[in-house]
């Protein structure tokens, strides 16, 4: 079509001569322009922030937090004075949620597949047909007498939507499993055992001084490192009592290594050893209540004394005398308290390891004391509890087998990423590949959303009701609530395009089945509310008031209720304890692969995140890739240079990553951060880096089935590649040195408290 | 908020380095108040990243005897700084709140602030920054967006010093010292508490406290930033404890 003159100058914005002049300068014009909203709702000033409370869903911790709302808009995330697990402080991640809500490649309607899996073919459809057919499919299955050839994959799930969500699967008949690619089975299992706990008893590091720490990166990326870094900051330098003394066991030099007085290096596997060694040592020369040692031995301390120091050093790397000192330090010490976690329980002796490791807690004889385990209280409302743990990896093995066996005929995924949290020796993507319907409920793709047949988005959390019982424990009972703070994004697409809150896509297509699932509301938020009703109905808490109108508003505001004279039990009877095997460690590789949570990425979970790829990691301040530490002298020794590209290869795979020599790896290991290599994650992380989680092999924890990951061999190989590596850092220095310790500057001395 | 109407406010911080874990909460914070561009992989490549707080991280030692502490650096806001007399437009001056201050309107980016700042915490914009449409959506309207050729830096969060100073004469209710609304970004951020924030002209706030404690007699562990330049910095650190080392004082 022909253009006249004054219809292409319309058409430039009315500036031809400008937008030439932009381009030239590389920017695209319509950077220049600012929307302003003209028509505005009566209750928005303009230039006037409200903050609103909710609960974030970055990670299965859920922290409180306020977000500032300018014009409608999102502006700014701030921990909750208030929220009981953070109390005011929150984490880079909870921030970059503001990205999650922004983001520039989140999915606006329902999308139904064109083109082949994976082409990223799709066109969109209104939500009342993708509803349909949802239902459709199942009600097939069902007259079919298969309802249970359907699966639903979920992240794990508390609150009131692990109740909508059990409902739905129970009264359809289909299938659940939980996914989480760095499983806390282990964990909930041995504190279970250890302590009688559905959730993770709150540790008291604030008050504690000596803190004894397993594997678990609690400064960074464990559980919640919000609420550990919070009391870990008071254990320091709180007043009141003399600083904290940190040791901590790893197999590699995390943050938490980094910041600790004394960073202890154990074999991989061996952590559960040296926490044993730990227990005979002062069950024979410390002070110890005998009654506890009996009932952790079972009367037999023989079994026990197999663990003494010398008899474990080699297989643990440390020495005796090392075993020994930090065994006196523990038992001497006022307030000792200890943790583990993450690489300990990654192991086939995870389970037995983390139940040694807890189990110094009753020779400390700490529970419930001050600077101890401090156990929680049971949920105030029935039914309504955190989130239980991911199914095992052992279980999702047995899932492929069926899908093999084409006993699976529908997938539906929500808040999960199988195909890329699961190694690839589970096969699940490929032998999800018969599966005739695969649905997602992801409101981005990823790489499991990226081969759906059918995609139901569902709001960001920003944009929902919920409810949490916190997974790290408070020590009281505590139910957090999550509102909606700005309205949703899509919201102007219409009623039938848009995204919706994942409950209430179950409870419609319930309706639309004619299944009545037995709970007391048709929307999610009615739901809600009535569970708010009945903790009013308890008459205590956190919030006073003298109507439930009040009350609602009350724990809005709030961000959740709690009550902090209900709290847990003082005391358990410690169970007795096995011994700890040594690990089965898979691959004839030279070096131990040590993966690790990214600080910025976690488990891949932010990579769509562009803060999140811009985060220096605090070891390395590396950003946007992934990396392979190896220590500096080993690298020399085969000319290995920062920005190599380095092939690593396991007993199942090979990934490529690039070189960063560092001071602080031990020489036969080398670690490399979870969080890349997605296939499709948004502009911002698709095809970037590499999924180190493909390559591990299938080694479980013998306690729990879950996946050994940090159980590896590998070998290494220089491909003769280089790529830079982006970090924030300058290369002026390889490795900075502050020698005469001019910018971080020491003391011994300690402050005189006032 | 000075102890007495007469005098004004000089703002300042005191980092406690034996708090800091080196999490990096607070350049993540910062970047999300202040409009920060987002910093890709070629900004790194080419180590012209924007942040107006970081996070450095120091070795010491070698496997198996190594250390590695986090001091986060920002702005030190300095009394003397190098930065103020160099610029041939005034686009940057020493406020009388003690804040180094950037007028981005009149920066020509001639970056010769940058040049003398020995804590290298001035960033220019050698790019236009660019963010897709709906991530505009959380820009902070109360930050200017700066564009190319601009030298931009870490102002305490001036905004927020404004406002709440604002909306404090508003409603007649004076100013707490440590009110979560007048903290920078970076400071309400930290989850262990490594930062604090507030007034050095008024000697009951907790910055005055603990630099008074940490600035006194040999048990104190404040220390500034490559105090030899003569910089007067507005920021206080606390020194790292490490028992394993003798004392070890830098000059």
Redesign the interface.
């Known amino acids: 079509m022909a253009l006249t003159r004054r219809q292409f100058l319309t058409l430039m914005g009315g500036s031809a001569g400008a937008a030439v002049f932009f381009q030239a300068?590389?920017?695209?014009e319509?950077?220049l322009l600012i929307d302003s909203p003209v028509e505005m709702p009566e209750d928005l000033v303009s230039?006037t922030d409200n903050w609103y409370a909710t609960v974030c869903r970055q990670c299965d911790t859920s922290e409180g937090i306020v977000v500032r709302v300018?014009?409608g808009?999102?502006?700014?995330?701030?921990?909750n004075?208030d929220y009981p697990v953070?109390l005011?402080?929150?984490?880079?991640r909870c921030?970059?949620g503001?990205?999650s809500?922004?983001?520039?490649d989140?999915i606006s309607a329902p999308l139904v597949r064109t083109g082949p899996r994976g082409s990223g073919e799709y066109r969109e459809i209104s939500w009342e047909d993708a509803i349909t057919r949802l239902t459709s499919q199942l009600n097939e299955l069902s007259d079919s007498g298969e309802s249970d050839r359907a699966v639903l994959v979920t992240n794990p799930v508390g609150g009131h939507l692990a109740l909508v969500i059990q409902s739905f699967t129970e009264s359809t008949g289909m299938r659940r499993f939980v996914h989480e690619p760095l499983e806390t089975s282990v964990l909930r299992k041995a504190i279970s055992e250890v302590f009688g706990q559905e959730s993770i008893p709150d540790f008291d590091i604030d008050n504690s001084d000596y803190l004894l720490s397993f594997g678990a990166d609690f400064?960074?990326t464990w559980i919640s490192?919000?609420r550990y870094?919070?009391g870990?900051?008071?254990f320091?330098?709180g007043h009141q009592r003399q600083?904290g003394r940190l040791v901590h066991v790893d197999s590699r030099?995390s943050?938490t290594a980094?910041?600790a007085?004394e960073?202890v290096?154990v074999k991989p596997g061996t952590e559960g050893i040296l926490a044993l060694s730990i227990i005979q040592v002062i069950s024979s020369e410390g002070d110890v209540d005998n009654a506890v040692v009996d009932s952790l031995t079972g009367g037999d301390i023989s079994w026990l004394n197999s663990y003494a120091p010398e008899n474990v050093s080699a297989e643990t790397g440390v020495t005796a005398e090392t075993i020994r000192r930090i065994s006196m330090e523990f038992s001497h010490s006022p307030h000792p308290l200890a943790i583990g976690g993450g690489s300990a329980s990654a192991h086939s002796n995870g389970l037995a390891a983390l139940k040694a490791v807890y189990s110094l807690n009753h020779i400390a004889g700490n529970i419930g004391a001050k600077g101890g385990i401090l156990l929680n209280p049971d949920s105030p409302l029935k039914g309504i509890s955190a989130a239980a743990p991911g199914n095992s990896f052992y279980e999702f093995q047995r899932l492929t087998e069926d899908m093999d066996a084409g006993r699976v005929k529908m997938l539906l995924v929500r808040g999960a990423d199988p195909y890329y949290g699961l190694p690839e020796v589970a096969a699940f993507k490929s032998r999800s590949a018969n599966i005739p319907l695969i649905v997602s409920f992801s409101g981005m793709m990823d790489d499991t959303t990226s081969m759906a047949d059918l995609i139901l988005p569902e709001n960001n959390y920003l944009e929902d009701w919920g409810t949490d019982v916190p997974l790290a424990g408070v020590g009281y009972q505590t139910i957090g609530f999550q509102q909606p703070v700005v309205r949703p994004?899509f919201e102007n697409r219409g009623v039938n395009l848009g995204t919706r809150n994942f409950a209430d896509v179950l409870l419609t297509a319930a309706q639309v089945m004619g299944k009545d699932i037995g709970l007391s509301g048709d929307t999610y938020k009615e739901i809600i509310v009535n569970g708010a009703k009945q903790l009013y109905d308890l008459g205590g808490g956190s919030v006073i008031a003298s109507s439930f109108e009040a009350f609602w508003n009350g724990i809005l505001q709030r961000g959740g209720w709690w009550d902090t004279k209900v709290k847990g039990p003082v005391s358990v009877t410690p169970a007795r304890l096995d011994g700890v095997p040594a690990p089965v460690i898979s691959g004839n590789g030279e070096f131990f692969l040590q993966p690790f949570a990214s600080?910025?990425l976690l488990d891949g979970r932010s990579a769509s995140l562009?803060?999140?790829q811009?985060?220096?990691d605090?070891?390395s301040?590396a950003?946007?890739?992934t990396w392979v530490e190896i220590?500096?002298?080993v690298a020399e020794e085969r000319g290995i240079k920062e920005g190599d590209v380095i092939e690593i290869s396991s007993a199942r795979g090979t990934i490529t990553a690039l070189a960063m020599p560092?001071?602080?790896?031990?020489?036969d290991t080398v670690s490399v951060p979870f969080g890349q290599g997605h296939r499709d994650a948004g502009r911002y992380a698709s095809g970037r880096g590499s999924n180190v989680l493909a390559i591990l092999d299938a080694v479980h924890d013998e306690g729990t089935g879950s996946l050994a990951w940090s159980a590896n061999k590998v070998s290494i190989r220089a491909t003769g590649d280089w790529v830079?590596v982006?970090?924030?850092?300058?290369t002026v220095s390889e490795?900075?040195?502050?020698e005469?310790?001019?910018?971080?500057?020491?003391?011994?001395?300690?402050?005189?408290n006032? | 908020m000075a102890e007495n109407g007469q005098e004004n406010s000089k703002w300042g911080m005191v980092v406690d380095i034996d708090r800091c874990t080196g999490c990096n909460g607070c350049v993540v914070a910062c970047q999300s108040e202040n409009n920060i561009p987002i910093n890709l992989e070629e900004h790194f490549n080419q180590r012209r990243a924007i942040q107006w707080i970081r996070v450095e991280r120091y070795w010491e030692g070698e496997y198996p005897d190594v250390k590695a502490r986090f001091i986060p650096i920002m702005c030190q806001h300095c009394g003397n700084a190098p930065c103020e007399p160099v610029c041939p437009v005034y686009a940057t001056y020493h406020n009388n709140e003690g804040l180094n201050v950037q007028v981005y309107n009149r920066c020509i980016g001639t970056r010769f602030c940058a040049n003398g700042c020995p804590y290298h915490v001035r960033f220019f914009n050698f790019w236009e920054p660019q963010w897709p449409d709906s991530l505009k959506n959380q820009l902070n309207p109360d930050v200017t967006v700066r564009s190319r050729g601009v030298m931009e830096k870490c102002s305490f969060c001036i905004q927020r010093i404004r406002r709440s100073t604002r909306e404090s004469e508003r409603d007649g209710v004076e100013l707490e010292d440590g009110d979560r609304g007048l903290n920078p970004a970076c400071v309400n951020s930290c989850p262990t508490s490594a930062l604090t924030f507030g007034d050095f002209n008024n000697e009951d706030s907790q910055v005055s406290q603990m630099k008074s404690d940490a600035m006194s007699g040999e048990h104190g562990r404040g220390y500034r930033l490559m105090d030899n330049l003569g910089t007067d910095t507005n920021v206080i650190y606390l020194k790292k404890v490490d028992d394993s080392v003798g004392s070890v004082h830098g000059h």
């Open positions: 300068c590389g920017v695209p319509k950077e230039g300018m014009e808009r999102a502006k700014k995330v701030e921990g004075v953070n005011g402080k929150h984490g880079p921030e970059a503001l990205q809500l922004y983001h520039p989140r400064l960074s490192p919000t870094s919070r870990y900051g008071e320091r330098q600083r030099f943050v980094a910041n007085d960073w290096r994004f600080a910025s562009p803060w999140m811009a985060m220096p605090p070891i301040t950003t946007w890739q220590n500096h002298r560092n001071p602080a790896t031990p020489p830079r982006p970090k924030f850092e300058n490795f900075p040195r502050d005469h310790n001019q910018i971080i500057e020491l003391t011994t001395e300690i402050e005189d006032h």
